[in-house]
């Protein structure tokens, strides 16, 4: 946090918008929770204990170029790339104007087109050889821009991690990768994952840096973040960067984590919490103080009143809507098959 | 005779079957502490260790292919895939190694290998957690696939499998896990694999169908008795191979079929299983024949109201019948 102490104003004022933005995303998160405990919510996966790295990465992007490839515990991601608090709720609630699948897929499946955030299924890992592919059609037409793609620890495991980072240093593709290590992959603890301690010792594999850094430091993912984009845009390659984070709910609200972790476990986690941690940060800096904590909550739940009133009031999807977008011209012949 | 769960019939036949043979292991995503996201095998690692019900990393091609190592050098594996939606990575395993060693090797290895995997929707699991992959696997020779419709039939199928020397893929419907319950004797036993069994005698109408789909075509068979039509349910319970004389004889006997499943329609079993009829009772039937599925849409949407659009229901299965009765 050294950094924040030798900034600019114009980087104290993004500090600061990293941190709003933490406090909407965790607000936000909150309130899906209690909708799913109302029954009015099948379904969530969160990112709490993850927002400020998920800050700190955004703030170092462009949105106007840059595309994102992200996974389910994004919120904080997303929103910084410009989806909108109800957008973010028509999705939780399944409604038909859900930007990421009109309703279709689980709540946090992100996706928005004109958001420049890709479509993401639940087979995990699978997002990470398209954000090479994004980087590579980047690369081929010599537009300045990067791919930042995100996935959890235990999702490296997969082929897939393997074979896009290879692909990706081979063509020294203008591809970040961010993995959140929250320590977990649902029940199975980081030791039963992989043997090493660090995610990003794998990037000597591939050839490419591999770097660590503290996930409740907005400001050093920033700079992590920052650099490897830079590095993309110079045509040096690909990044793998690894955030030490924490999952503050259970993996999602099918899980209990009772059984494979201690209260005590998740206390000591807590005291790492970035949004704590963040604020005090400024308020040192003099850049944040209980007034302005107050007018922020304030402001907050207003948003989240908001979207959830107006996602609850949201139509949801016509059952007709079934046989739309199987393919581009819905008198294709297989789309009726089966249709009475 | 104890009146178990469908889940708790599968766990009981693991626990079972653990005991018998030492040979036995399972693996698999949370299936230790956690006892899998299901809670299938709970307790079992704190009964049999770390060694014989082992967490693995995410990686399904890993846990297959290990797997089929496994078996060769003299286990018998019993690897979990969390959901039937997750075994794509571990499709070229399953389809190009477990199913083609046998035949590659001249006889010469053989994979006893038995993969778990919950499928099917109606559970709010959207798109990748809904999903009946069972058509794509039982299109390949060199495996096995079975999908029990109670909790009786799992267990006897499961435990055959198990003892098999082939691979067999074998499927749980998640809706099914907690909803079914039936009696289930606490003694060892096996249902050969391969074998339908008529889950309800009746002269009007059949009912062909597996899985979930057992106990809806049950529920329509029993409405329509009140409207006077008498329904035949034929449960398949494996897929592959298919049982031809049960087919045709619940052909022959009603002359009138309706193949019911959950998966869409194309290229479906159903499909199959008609191909059966036409070629072996064609000039028996009195109508044609009917296939109720799910729709041929990419996969099940989490909308509510798209969900139960997309799902077969009690009531789907009861108009078609009485359609083809009517017929
Ligand atoms: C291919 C595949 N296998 C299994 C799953 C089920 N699953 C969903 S999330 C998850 C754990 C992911 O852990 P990690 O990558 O560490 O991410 P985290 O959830 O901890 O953020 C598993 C096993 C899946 N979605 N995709
Ligand atoms: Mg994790």
Redesign the pocket.
């Known amino acids: 946090m050294a950094e924040a102490a030798r900034t600019t104003g114009a980087e104290r004022d993004l500090w600061v918008r990293m941190y709003r933005l933490m406090v909407l995303s965790r607000a936000l998160d909150h309130r899906m929770w209690i909708l799913n405990r109302q029954g009015k919510s099948a379904f969530v996966i969160s990112g709490q204990g993850q927002e400020g790295l998920q800050a700190g990465a955004v703030f170092a992007l462009d949105p106007a170029v840059d595309w994102l490839a992200p996974?389910?515990?994004d919120m904080t991601l997303v929103l910084g790339f410009g989806m909108t608090p109800r957008e973010v709720m028509l999705g939780q609630l399944a409604k038909a104007a859900d930007p990421s699948s009109g309703g279709r897929q689980m709540p946090a499946h992100w996706g928005h087109r004109a958001r420049r955030i890709l479509t993401g299924s639940?087979?995990?890992?699978t997002q990470v050889t398209h954000a090479a592919g994004l980087a590579l059609a980047f690369r081929v037409r010599h537009e300045r821009a990067a791919v930042l793609s995100t996935?959890?620890?235990?999702?490296?495991n997969?082929g897939e991690f393997h074979e896009a980072l290879n692909f990706a240093a081979v063509h020294r593709l203008p591809l970040i990768v961010l993995v959140?290590?929250?320590g977990?992959?649902?029940s199975v603890p980081q030791s039963k994952?992989m043997a090493v301690a660090d995610v990003a010792a794998r990037a000597a594999g591939y050839g490419i840096p591999g770097v660590v850094v503290r996930g409740s430091d907005p400001v050093a993912v920033y700079e992590a973040v920052r650099a490897a984009r830079e590095r993309a845009l110079a045509g040096d390659g690909p990044t793998l960067i690894e955030a030490k984070t924490h999952?503050y709910t259970p993996?999602s609200s099918d899980d209990d984590d009772r059984s494979y972790r201690t209260p005590e476990e998740l206390r000591a986690q807590k005291q790492d919490d970035p949004i704590t941690l963040f604020r005090e940060v400024l308020a040192a800096q003099g850049l944040w103080d209980d007034e302005a904590e107050a007018r922020l909550l304030q402001e907050v739940k207003l948003v989240v009143d908001d979207a959830t009133d107006y996602a609850e009031k949201a139509p949801y999807p016509d059952p007709a809507t079934l046989w739309l977008h199987v393919y581009g011209s819905d008198d294709a012949p297989a789309a009726g098959a089966g249709r009475d | 005779m104890a009146v178990m769960s469908y889940l708790e019939a599968i766990r009981e036949t693991l626990r079972q079957e653990l005991r018998r043979d030492p040979r036995i292991m399972i693996y698999g995503?949370?299936v230790g502490v956690r006892g899998g996201v299901f809670r299938v095998t709970e307790g079992l690692q704190a009964e049999f260790g770390e060694d014989r019900v082992m967490d693995s990393p995410?990686a399904?091609a890993a846990i297959i292919g290990t797997a089929i190592g496994a078996a060769v050098n003299g286990l018998r594996p019993v690897p979990e895939i969390?959901?039937a939606d997750?075994i794509f990575?571990a499709a070229n395993q399953i389809i190009q190694e477990a199913a083609r060693i046998r035949y590659r090797s001249n006889g010469d290895f053989h994979v006893p290998l038995v993969i778990r995997a919950p499928f099917g929707g109606g559970v709010h699991g959207a798109l990748?957690h809904s999903q009946s992959v069972e058509a794509f696997f039982a299109h390949v020779p060199g495996l096995k696939v079975v999908i029990p419709g109670t909790p009786y039939d799992a267990k006897g199928l499961l435990a055959a499998a198990i003892q098999d020397d082939d691979p067999v893929l074998y499927l749980e419907h998640k809706a099914a896990y907690r909803s079914l319950k039936g009696e289930v004797p606490s003694e060892r036993y096996v249902i050969p694999l391969g074998k339908a069994d008529v889950k309800r005698e009746g002269t009007d109408v059949s009912l062909i169908t597996y899985g979930l789909m057992v106990s809806y075509s049950l529920k329509a068979a029993e409405a329509l008795a009140k409207e006077g039509v008498s329904v035949e349910v034929v449960d398949l319970r494996s897929i592959r191979p298919l049982d031809v004389e049960a087919i045709v004889a619940t052909a022959r006997k009603t002359g009138k079929v309706l193949i019911v499943h959950e998966d869409n329609l194309t290229g479906g079993v159903g499909g199959e299983v008609s191909a059966l009829i036409a070629e072996h009772a064609l000039f028996d039937l009195d109508a044609p024949i009917m296939r109720l599925a799910g729709p041929d849409v990419p996969a099940m949407p989490y909308s509510p109201p798209l969900e139960h659009a997309f799902m077969v229901t009690p009531e789907k299965i009861q108009q078609a019948a009485l359609k083809l009765a009517r017929f």
């Open positions: 996974y389910y515990r639940s087979p995990v890992t996935l959890g620890e235990g999702s490296t997969q959140q290590n929250n977990y992959s649902i994952e999952r993996h | 995503e949370d995410l399904e969390q959901f997750f990575p990748y």
